[in-house]
């Protein structure tokens, strides 16, 4: 057990400071603390000695140095039960911090700041109050310490309990925050210093999330999972309504988020296992579902759907006769809300800017490290594109191909996307065979009672055979748009011709593993 005698308090967030001073004094406990902690626990009538009272020297370089002193932290990394550090103790006087409370300088919340400029963040560096935690956690066997806020009513409770005492179990697990803390709060400068120089790849990456909540289990029932947030989050993931979020449910949210960013407003999809079932864009939203439902009715039952826009009553009546998990949107009108009510379970999440949610980095851990890359958020315009075919594609074409072409970079690989000019028709995803592919989205439209005869092609990568090519025409599609940059992209282009079908090239791939 350790015995509570004298306390250390020094916080940026004054929170409830008040109350656990008054505790402390309550307690019989001597209170030493820094600068406005000190003059707030006096304003308040709370006795406090001054950190310079203590030390017996004065604060220095505008309040740089006030704790860094070794009277400071011999109190706080004293160990009276080994023999040559109880010697010191005895030899030098070193009186013995036995609780220090700290929460450091508002650094990631400064940062925030639009504008902000490199001097101001840098005086938002804590040094001193990392220095403290550090020493305190790392002698958890005498020196408990308290960096969150919440953990006030662990130490009263304990107190009250112990009469006057905390119990190393918790002195150990409050020790054990304050390294997760610290090392939190030493990444965020990292990140800070690597993206203000644009260093997307540093040397050692550190990345710094806060744990957002535990989920009750992972992709399957016998996975544990927890949802993690990173500490410059702009837009929280805040649901309106609905049951708890579900680990899937967290991963085809982001692929809708992820759609809906990239796609022109109005813009509808429905995701199902990270894949989209289908997608449309036409003058509303309402009339955007209603074309992304009838590429795959079947698959969008359960499934998550985004939209880049507003979602009003009757698009809410409309998603309704459907079941689904889901919907994210830019805004959800007061009514809409009202109908969504109507079935509390479906979750509704709305982000005011979908485009200001999106994360720049991705990362993908795999067993033996983590793989990361910039995001594919690349978009190419009409100048882009390269005709290669001697069938020429009329501006109505070309409009249905940059459709095309902006559904398919979001399919896994291998995809092939079929569409009209503002939905798609028949989707085939993830299979190892382009060729499979073809014959996938093509069932696909057939099955959901869609003619792709006429339609406009997406191909994720090149063809490497002109094979796909004959199946894609064997459907009576009009106009193909891919990457190319194959070894046979004459083959493939005397395919095209020969079946009279209009081909282009982005020079861009889109393959999502």
């Known amino acids: 057990m350790i015995k509570i005698k004298r306390a250390l308090i020094s916080v940026s967030d004054k929170t409830n400071l008040i109350k656990l001073g008054t505790f402390l004094t309550s307690m019989g406990v001597e209170i030493i603390s820094t600068g406005g902690t000190l003059k707030e626990l006096q304003k308040n009538e709370i006795r406090a000695i001054a950190i310079d009272d203590f030390t017996g020297y004065p604060e220095m370089l505008e309040g740089r140095v006030k704790t860094l002193h070794p009277k400071?932290?011999?109190?706080?990394?004293?160990?009276?039960?080994?023999?040559?550090?109880?010697?010191?103790?005895?030899e030098k006087g070193i009186i013995s911090i036995?609780?220090?409370?700290?929460?450091?300088?508002?650094?990631?919340?400064?940062?925030?700041?639009?504008?902000?400029?490199?001097e101001e963040a840098i005086e938002n560096i804590d040094i001193g109050g990392p220095t403290m935690l550090?020493?305190?956690?790392?002698?958890?066997?005498?020196?408990?310490?308290?960096?969150?806020?919440?953990?006030?009513?662990?130490?009263?409770?304990?107190?009250?309990e112990y009469s006057g005492y905390v119990s190393k179990a918790a002195s150990y697990k409050l020790a054990q925050k304050v390294f997760s803390y610290t090392a939190l709060y030493d990444s965020a400068i990292t990140k800070y210093f690597n993206t203000r120089e644009n260093i997307a790849f540093p040397e050692f990456l550190t990345l710094g999330?806060?744990?957002k909540q535990?989920?009750?289990?992972?992709?399957?029932?016998?996975?544990?999972?927890?949802?993690?947030?990173?500490?410059?989050?702009?837009?929280?993931?805040?649901?309106?309504?609905?049951?708890?979020?579900?680990?899937?449910?967290?991963?085809?949210?982001?692929?809708?988020?992820?759609?809906?960013?990239?796609?022109?407003?109005?813009?509808?999809?429905?995701?199902?296992?990270?894949?989209?079932?289908g997608i449309g864009n036409g003058n509303s939203p309402l009339e955007s579902f209603e074309l992304a439902k009838r590429t795959d009715p079947v698959s969008a039952f359960g499934g998550i759907?985004?939209?880049?826009?507003?979602?009003?009553?009757?698009?809410?009546?409309?998603?309704?006769e459907l079941f689904v998990e889901g919907v994210i949107a830019e805004k959800f009108t007061s009514g809409a809300i009202s109908i969504f009510s109507q079935k509390p379970n479906i979750r509704i999440i709305e982000l005011s800017s979908f485009k200001d949610s999106l994360g720049e980095m991705d990362y993908r851990p795999i067993h033996h490290g983590l793989l990361v890359q910039k995001r594919d958020y690349d978009i190419i315009s009409e100048k882009d594109l390269k005709v290669v075919s001697a069938k020429k594609p009329t501006d109505e074409d070309i409009k249905g191909?940059?459709?095309a072409w902006n559904c398919v970079k979001f399919i896994k690989s291998n995809a092939i996307v079929f569409t009209?000019?503002?939905?798609?028709?028949?989707?085939?995803?993830?299979?190892?065979?382009?060729?499979?592919?073809?014959?996938?989205?093509?069932?696909?439209?057939?099955?959901?009672?869609?003619?792709?005869?006429?339609s406009y092609v997406g191909s994720d990568a090149f063809f490497p055979f002109r094979d796909g090519i004959d199946s894609i025409a064997k459907y009576g599609a009009k106009a193909i748009i891919q990457p190319g940059g194959s070894i046979r992209d004459e083959e493939v282009i005397r395919a095209a011709d020969e079946h009279g079908l209009i081909m282009v090239f982005t020079g861009m791939r889109h393959f999502r593993h």
């Not at 400071?72 to 550090?85: E, K, T």
């Not at 956690?137 to 304990?158: F, G, L, R």
């Not at 989920?215 to 544990?224: D, I, V």
């Open 420 to 454: 009209d000019l503002n939905s798609t028709l028949g989707i085939g995803a993830g299979q190892m065979s382009r060729v499979d592919s073809v014959e996938l989205g093509a069932r696909k439209a057939e099955k959901a009672n869609l003619s792709v005869a006429g």
């Open 134 to 160: 550090r020493s305190g956690a790392k002698n958890y066997k005498h020196t408990v310490v308290v960096t969150d806020i919440a953990d006030y009513e662990i130490i009263e409770k304990e107190m009250l």
């Open 214 to 277: 535990n989920l009750r289990y992972g992709e399957n029932p016998h996975q544990k999972a927890a949802f993690y947030e990173p500490l410059d989050l702009i837009n929280e993931l805040r649901p309106l309504q609905g049951k708890e979020l579900s680990f899937n449910n967290l991963l085809d949210f982001d692929a809708a988020l992820h759609i809906a960013s990239l796609l022109p407003e109005n813009s509808v999809s429905i995701i199902k296992h990270l894949n989209p079932c």
């Open 401 to 403: 191909l940059m459709f």
């Open 98 to 118: 036995d609780l220090v409370v700290v929460n450091l300088y508002p650094f990631s919340e400064t940062i925030k700041k639009p504008g902000i400029k490199l």
């Open 72 to 90: 400071v932290h011999a109190g706080l990394l004293a160990d009276p039960d080994r023999p040559l550090q109880k010697k010191d103790i005895d």
């Open 209 to 211: 999330y806060k744990k």
């Open 305 to 320: 759907i985004g939209v880049r826009g507003t979602v009003d009553v009757d698009l809410a009546n409309k998603i309704l």
